[in-house]
């Protein structure tokens, strides 16, 4: 079927090879076997091909001319367009995919994250730990604006101009950030502290005088001073911040070389003072998706700071400083929910990261008044993790 319809139609063949997003959807697929879907696919564009001549799109290409070259005469718009009839055209052969890259897992790598989420379920109640105790650390560099932003602007408003010395050196700053789960009054949000120091100009420039107190970014991130910020600020803002009761506390960081050990004798000593029992442990290697700011909080506190439009470091921290105190209560807490499905979605594929993010209309259940605390785990599917580990032990 396929070959009747590539003899059918021989102008289609020129279509295929031309859209960039047809490549990627037929040519690469992995249903490419599938005949009878493609030949679906490419009946509809052979009976749209006026559509594409009104598009002004030219085919005459040879051979030798590139890719960038044959493109030349459509715009993006004109992409889109064509991109928006094929979804439409397609009833359901062709669907949008954005596909991110994920951290490589060796098996003791799957091991150590089905051991993690093993251990984050509680024997009696197969409920998934509340983490009313857990606070997650991370660091990131946080960019004082993105190369390509879309802007909507009215009718005759000017176009706004950025410019920046270099789009490959884009000023950053690093930030170690902070977070609890919210409850009780309790935002759940430790603090956001950057890697920058104060010192005097060197020199004049025509925007200072020689001396004058300017914020300068650290760009080497060691372990000294990854504990000296964990001992003096982020200890200090959990003794302030926490609330009453609970005072046993664990720290969670992943395994990032600048990281301290976990058992560091100055670290235990100032986390042990006020009648605090604060722990650090470290996440299993390669586990973004098990720590609540790579899973979405860093994500959405980048997109605020950036409609903040800081323009030195001063801006830039303050916006990442406030960004981080706008972001809404509610969404971390459902974050720490989502981190929940994850590891249910871990134990299922044996502690592969080759999972879609479960969704379970976490506003409409806030909405409700039904949105659960924790997530429960199935017993068959606990056990067929413990059978699995022990068979990998054998």
């Keep these: 079927m396929f070959y009747s319809i590539i003899i059918s139609y021989p102008k289609v063949t020129k279509y295929i090879f031309y859209f960039s997003i047809l490549p990627s959807i037929i040519l690469r697929s992995s249903n490419i076997h599938n005949h009878s879907k493609l030949g679906k696919i490419l009946e509809i564009i052979a009976g749209n091909i006026d559509l594409f001549l009104l598009l002004n799109i030219s085919m005459e290409a040879n051979s030798n001319t590139t890719r960038s070259r044959r493109e030349k005469n459509l715009t993006s718009k004109e992409k889109q367009v064509i991109y928006e009839f094929l979804l439409k055209k397609s009833e359901g052969l062709i669907r949008p995919h954005t596909n991110a890259v994920k951290p490589t897992l060796t098996e003791d790598n799957k091991r150590t994250r089905l051991e993690f989420c093993l251990s984050q379920i509680d024997p009696d109640t197969l409920l998934f730990s509340d983490m009313f105790n857990v606070v997650h650390i991370d660091e990131k560099w946080f960019y004082m604006c993105k190369t390509t932003?879309?802007?909507?602007?009215?009718?005759?408003?000017?176009?706004?101009?950025?410019?920046?010395?270099?789009?490959?050196?884009?000023?950053?700053?690093?930030?170690?950030?902070?977070?609890?789960?919210?409850?009780n009054g309790f935002s759940g949000k430790i603090g956001i502290f950057p890697f920058t120091f104060i010192e005097p100009a060197k020199r004049n420039s025509k925007n200072r005088v020689a001396g004058t107190m300017v914020t300068k970014v650290d760009e080497s991130i060691t372990k000294e001073k990854v504990k000296s910020c964990l001992i003096e600020k982020v200890i200090p803002a959990i003794h302030a911040k926490w609330p009453q009761g609970m005072r046993t506390i664990i720290i969670q960081q992943d395994n990032a070389k600048p990281h301290i050990d976990c058992n560091n004798a100055e670290f235990m000593q100032a986390a042990s003072k006020d009648g605090f029992d604060i722990r650090l442990i470290c996440q299993p290697p390669n586990s973004p998706d098990l720590n609540v700011l790579d899973l979405g909080f860093f994500r959405s506190i980048q997109?605020?700071?950036?409609?903040?439009?800081?323009?030195?470091?001063?801006?830039?921290?303050?916006?990442?400083?406030?960004?981080?105190?706008?972001?809404?209560?509610?969404?971390?807490?459902?974050?720490?929910?989502?981190?929940?499905?994850?590891?249910?979605?871990?134990?299922?594929?044996?502690?592969?990261?080759?999972?879609?993010?479960?969704?379970?209309?976490?506003?409409?259940?806030?909405?409700e008044g039904t949105l659960p605390l924790q997530i429960r785990c199935e017993s068959d599917l606990v056990n067929d993790v413990v059978a699995y580990l022990e068979e990998q032990e054998q």
């Design 149 to 183: 932003t879309k802007y909507y602007l009215v009718h005759d408003e000017p176009e706004p101009t950025r410019r920046v010395k270099s789009k490959r050196f884009i000023t950053k700053a690093m930030f170690l950030a902070a977070v609890a789960r919210p409850r």
């Design 303 to 367: 997109d605020l700071q950036h409609e903040k439009a800081p323009t030195t470091i001063e801006e830039l921290v303050a916006a990442v400083k406030q960004s981080f105190d706008e972001y809404p209560v509610e969404k971390l807490n459902r974050v720490f929910l989502t981190q929940q499905t994850c590891m249910k979605e871990i134990m299922k594929f044996k502690g592969d990261n080759d999972y879609k993010i479960p969704h379970m209309g976490k506003d409409r259940l806030e909405r």
